[in-house]
């Protein structure tokens, strides 16, 4: 699973873009729009943006998959995450500063035959069954101390799904990798 590679030049440039993104939103305004100059954020993939507030989760969204280059997806997704995350209020004028900003970066998909062959801090998760489906960042499991049955069994119940469904034929589970780009 290779991850994309981006140089810390171009890590920076997706972080303030983010970061402006919310605030441009703030102001009214709309999402920027600049040129950027590594072919690496124009890359056409998934990602997360997540917000914390004192490490403590403020807002995450993301898309799996993105028909736009990687600079309009975290741009977009930024103001997602501050915004229209579903289990927080919407982020003030006031938070922005204090925010800690995260980009996870998605490799492609891939099915996963065996759950033994997950590893923790490695792989992503993603799990579908009818029309059910969750996601985990590969950081996650790492953040909550899981182990690998633990980390199926939360992405299952991410999807509303019973802990034990990882285990049913008829569930398909999916790993990617992350680049995970932090402030």
């Given amino acids: 699973m290779m991850v994309v590679a981006l140089s810390d030049e171009s890590q920076r440039f997706l972080l303030d873009l983010a970061r402006e993104s919310i605030a441009r939103k703030l102001a009214g305004d709309d999402i920027p729009s600049r040129a950027p100059s590594d072919p ?3 890359t056409r ?3 997360f943006v997540t917000l914390k507030d ?6 995450c969204i993301g898309r799996l998959e993105s028909p736009q280059p990687l600079w309009e997806t ?13 289990r927080f209020p919407a982020v003030t004028r006031d938070e922005l500063d204090g925010l800690s900003i995260e980009i ?5 998909f891939e099915r996963l035959e065996d759950p033994r062959s997950v590893v923790v ?6 799990v579908e069954r009818g029309f059910r489906r969750g996601v985990l960042l590969p950081q996650v499991a790492v953040e909550q101390g899981w182990t690998r049955e633990e980390f199926l069994a939360y992405v299952c119940r ?5 802990p034990d ?7 398909a589970l999916y790993v990617f990798s992350a680049l995970v780009i932090t402030e």
């Fill in 165 to 171: 469904a990882w285990k049913d034929p008829g569930t």
């Fill in 45 to 47: 993939c998934g990602a």
């Fill in 104 to 108: 996870s970066v998605l490799t492609p």
């Fill in 158 to 162: 991410k999807a509303s799904l019973p």
């Fill in 121 to 126: 801090g490695e792989h992503g998760l993603l």
């Fill in 40 to 42: 690496g954020v124009c």
């Fill in 74 to 86: 975290v741009a977009e997704m930024a103001q997602a995450a501050a915004f229209d995350d579903p």
């Fill in 54 to 59: 004192a490490g403590m989760l403020r807002g």
